[in-house]
C-alpha cells in the first residue's frame, strides 16, 4: 500500500495552511513566492544580491563544526558555504530527547531532498541543507521525553534557562533502560554508539543534539547552525534595538494579524510589545517597558533606555529572541531562500511578511514539510477486513467507525426518505394554513423543525443499535485505530524514530528520502515492510 494525500485536502488542517497550499487569492498578501524550481533560482538571485554576512557566518560555521568528523558532503557544503552563490534551505526545531516525534527526521530530509534536487537539476547556485537548532527555547516540558514503542521515556528535571545550555548528567539514568533495551534489535548497536557518543558523553543538551542530528544526517551533508552566539547576535543588533525601542515588528505585524482575522483566519501566535527575552541568572525573561523604563520580568534588573541600548551593543547574547523574532534573526544570519516547517509554524511565518518588507529582509519560500503514516502489513490486512479506505484515514474516529459499520451491514437504514414525506406533509399542511388563517403558520413551521429533529435522534439511535450488534468489528476498528493514531493524534507526533532505526538502521531515513515529494506538500501512507516498491 502507498498513497499520496494532499495535505489541503486532510480534515483538521487549518483554513490558513489549506488556503496557502491551493495558492488562494486571499493569502497572497502574505508571501511572495510559491515553491518550484524557477521561484527558487529567483529567490536565489535575490538573495545573494543583498546579503552581507557570509565571512562572518562561515568563520562561525567553521568553529561550531570543528570538533566533528565531517563526512565528505559535509566538508564540501561548508567549503561551498563562503561562495557568493551558495544558499541555504532551512529547518529548525527544539532540543528534543532522542529527537522527539517523527516529524523532527521528516523536516530535516525534506530539506535534504529538496537542495538535492536544485543541486541536480542545475548549477548556477549551491543549495546547502541547514538545520538550525532551538537552543535559545526554555520550554523544558515541551521537549524534555519520547516514545519508544508505547512507552513515554521523560527526564524529570525543573529547568528554566535556555534548553541548549542544560547538563546532561542526568540523562545516563533516564535512559538506562531505553538504551539496554536496544540491545535486542538488529540495529540497536548502532542507536547505542550514537547515544554514547552523544547524551552520555556530551556535557549540554546542545552538545548532545549537534552530535545525535550529525551522525544521523552526516552522510546527507546535512549542516547545522546554533544560533546562540555573541558573534552571531551581533549581526542582529539593529534589529534588537528596533524592537525593542521602536515596537517595530509589535506594530507591523499587528497590522496583519488584523488583516488575517478580518479573513476568519486563526491566529497563530501573537506579537508581544516587546519581542525578546533577557538572559539573567540563568533563567530567560520576557522585558517590558513602561514609562520609558525596562523591566526584565520576574528580577530586579531594570534599564533606561539608554543602559538598554548599551547593554544590546556590548552583550548581544543577553538577548533572545521569542517565535516571532527567530525567523527573522534565521533570515538576516543566513542565505536562505526556503524554510520547510509544520503546518503551525508556517501560519506565523505568514504573519511576519508585512515587517519583512519595512526591514527590507527577503521573505523566503515557505514550504509546509511532507507528513507520513507508516503501516505495516498485518495492518493492511486488518484495514482491508474492516472496509477502511484510506481517503477516509484522517476523518474524525467516530464518522469513521460509522462508516465501517454501514459498510458490513446487510441493512441501510435511509433516513432521507422519511425526512423528503415529512417536508411534503408539512407543505400540504403549510398551503392548508395560507387557504384558512396564516397565522398558524408559525406553529406548524415549528412542529416541522421538531419532527425533523425527532427523526435524527431515531437515525443515532438506529447507528448506536447497529455497532451494537457489529461491536466485535467496532472492538477490532478501536485497537487498529490506536495503533495507527496514537493518543488519538498522527503517528508522526508522538511516535520517536529510534524504534524504526533500531529494526532498519539507516535504511529507515533512507526509504523516507525517496518517499518525500519536495516539491509538492503530500502525507504518504506506505508500507516500511515492502521497502520502496
Not at 525601542?245 to 479573513?263: R, V
Amino acid at each position: 500500500m502507498k498513497n499520496k494525500i494532499n495535505i489541503a485536502d486532510i480534515p483538521g488542517i487549518s483554513s490558513l495552511i489549506k488556503d496557502y497550499i491551493n495558492k488562494k487569492e486571499s493569502t497572497v498578501p502574505y508571501y511572495d513566492r510559491n515553491l518550484s524550481k524557477e521561484s527558487l533560482l529567483f529567490q536565489a538571485k535575490e538573495k545573494t544580491s543583498k546579503y552581507t554576512n557570509r565571512e562572518t557566518l562561515v568563520k562561525e560555521m567553521y568553529t561550531q563544526l570543528d570538533r566533528l568528523e565531517l563526512s565528505e558532503k559535509q566538508k564540501l557544503n561548508l567549503k561551498k558555504l563562503a561562495d557568493p552563490n551558495s544558499v541555504t534551505i532551512t529547518t529548525g526545531h527544539q532540543l528534543n530527547l532522542m529527537t522527539g516525534p517523527l516529524y523532527f527526521i521528516y523536516k530535516i530530509l525534506h530539506v535534504i531532498k529538496l537542495c538535492d534536487s536544485m543541486n541536480g537539476s542545475q548549477d548556477e547556485y549551491n543549495f546547502i541543507p541547514i538545520f538550525w537548532m532551538a537552543t535559545e527555547d526554555h520550554d523544558f516540558e515541551e521537549i524534555n521525553h519520547f516514545y519508544f514503542k508505547n512507552e513515554k521515556i521523560c527526564w524529570n528535571e525543573k529547568h528554566n534557562d535556555f534548553v541548549g545550555e542544560i547538563s546532561t548528567l542526568g540523562l545516563k539514568e533516564v535512559l538506562s533502560g531505553f538504551y539496554e533495551e536496544l540491545k535486542y534489535y538488529p540495529h540497536g548497536k548502532e542507536l547505542r554508539k550514537i547515544i554514547e557518543k552523544s547524551y552520555f558523553s556530551e556535557p549540554t543538551l546542545s552538545d548532545a543534539t549537534r552530535i545525535i542530528v550529525h551522525e544521523l544526517f552526516k552522510e546527507y551533508g546535512l549542516l547545522f547552525i546554533d544560533a546562540n552566539s555573541k558573534t552571531l547576535k551581533k549581526l542582529f543588533t539593529p534589529y534588537i534595538k528596533d524592537d525593542i525601542k521602536e515596537k517595530k515588528s509589535f506594530h507591523a505585524i499587528s497590522k496583519t494579524i488584523d488583516k488575517l482575522k478580518d479573513k476568519n483566519y486563526k491566529i497563530q501566535v501573537n506579537p508581544r510589545k516587546i519581542n525578546f527575552f533577557y538572559h539573567n541568572n540563568e533563567e530567560r525573561n520576557r522585558i517590558d517597558e513602561t514609562n520609558g523604563r525596562y523591566y526584565i520580568l520576574g528580577s530586579c534588573k531594570n534599564f533606561s533606555e539608554s543602559e538598554i541600548l548599551d547593554e544590546i551593543d556590548n552583550k548581544p547574547e543577553n538577548f533572545s529572541p521569542n517565535a516571532l523574532m527567530r525567523p527573522v534573526y534565521q533570515e538576516v544570519l543566513l542565505p536562505n531562500v526556503a524554510y520547510v516547517g509544520g503546518n503551525a509554524e508556517i501560519a506565523y511565518w505568514l504573519e511576519l511578511k508585512e515587517y519583512f518588507m519595512e526591514q527590507k529582509i527577503s521573505f523566503p519560500i515557505l514550504i509546509p514539510r511532507n507528513s507520513f503514516l507508516l503501516t505495516s502489513t498485518n495492518q493492511e490486512k486488518k484495514m482491508q477486513r474492516l472496509h477502511w479506505e484510506i481517503t477516509d484515514l484522517f476523518h474524525p474516529k467516530e464518522s469513521i467507525i460509522n462508516s465501517i459499520v454501514e459498510k458490513v451491514s446487510s441493512y441501510k437504514f435511509d433516513v432521507s426518505k422519511y425526512e423528503s414525506r415529512l417536508e411534503s406533509i408539512f407543505k400540504d399542511l403549510l398551503n392548508e394554513s395560507s387557504n384558512t388563517d396564516s397565522s398558524w403558520k408559525d406553529m406548524i413551521l415549528a412542529q416541522q423543525k421538531k419532527q425533523l429533529n425527532g427523526l435524527q435522534k431515531i437515525e443515532k439511535r438506529f447507528y448506536k443499535a447497529n455497532r451494537l450488534k457489529h461491536k466485535e468489528i467496532v472492538l477490532n476498528f478501536e485497537s487498529l485505530y490506536d495503533e495507527m493514531f496514537p493518543n488519538g493524534t498522527w503517528q508522526e507526533r508522538i511516535l520517536n524514530f529510534s524504534y524504526y532505526y533500531a529494526i532498519m538502521g539507516a535504511e529507515f531515513l533512507a526509504r523516507i528520502y525517496n518517499e518525500t515529494s519536495e516539491f509538492e506538500n503530500k502525507l504518504t501512507v506506505f508500507n516500511l515492510e515492502k521497502g520502496n516498491k
